[in-house]
């Protein structure tokens, strides 16, 4: 869908005319859709879920090669802030992957009309973009999200992933990545 298509699609509902067996009025209408459209475009209680994430972080990174293995263990930076008005966490990390540093950047939001967290994962190490989309338990303490990842050191496409967020205190949290059920990261946020 191109940028603006959404607002393109919502003004020309807008804009369309009530059936004329219709007995609402189409002012009465034009306002309920609005405010519809308000509403799932307005950060609620969900959002504020995610404001133990803001702030500045010290990041301890395992990663496994193999299951049961030991992992690769490095340090890292990560920056956390809301942008677009508080509907999205940005997150910028700065990490150690293979030996080289590295950048990465996340999104992260709740939808509310599917009900449901997402994130998008960039970094200058891949050209491929992550998505992913759950739910949250233990009161938003725990955010278990879903998507497909590919390898590109094996070719593999379309693979399972699966990444936990857990909020430990307002000054700790971990991200878990797990491949084919099994963990193949770890980071624990310790804030600066």
């Not at 309920?32 to 504020?48: I, R, V």
């Not at 193999?66 to 990560?78: F, I, K, L, N, R």
């Not at 008005?85 to 992957?97: K, R, T, V, Y």
């Amino acid at each position: 869908m191109k940028h603006g298509a959404n607002e393109t699609t919502a003004t020309a509902l807008l804009d369309e005319p009530a059936p004329k067996s219709s007995s609402v009025k189409p002012n009465a209408e034009k306002q309920e859709m609005q405010k519809k459209m308000e509403a799932a475009g307005t950060p609620g209680p969900a959002h504020k879920a995610l404001e133990p994430l803001v702030g500045n972080w010290k990041a301890e990174v395992k990663c496994w090669a193999e299951p049961g293995g030991s992992p690769d263990v490095t340090q890292g930076t990560a920056k956390t802030s809301w942008t677009l008005n508080g509907h999205f966490l940005e997150e910028e990390f700065h990490g150690e992957m293979m030996g080289k540093p590295f950048t990465g950047r996340s999104l992260m939001g709740y939808d509310n009309i599917k009900q449901t967290y997402n994130t998008v994962w960039v970094s200058d190490t891949q050209t491929s973009i992550f998505t992913s989309e759950g739910k949250a338990e233990t009161g938003n303490k725990v955010i278990t999200l879903e998507g497909k990842g590919n390898c590109p050191a094996t070719g593999r496409k379309d693979i399972p992933m699966k990444t936990v967020f857990r909020i430990v205190s307002p000054n700790e949290h971990v991200f878990e990545m797990f491949n084919d059920g099994a963990k193949m990261m770890e980071i624990t946020y310790t804030r600066k």
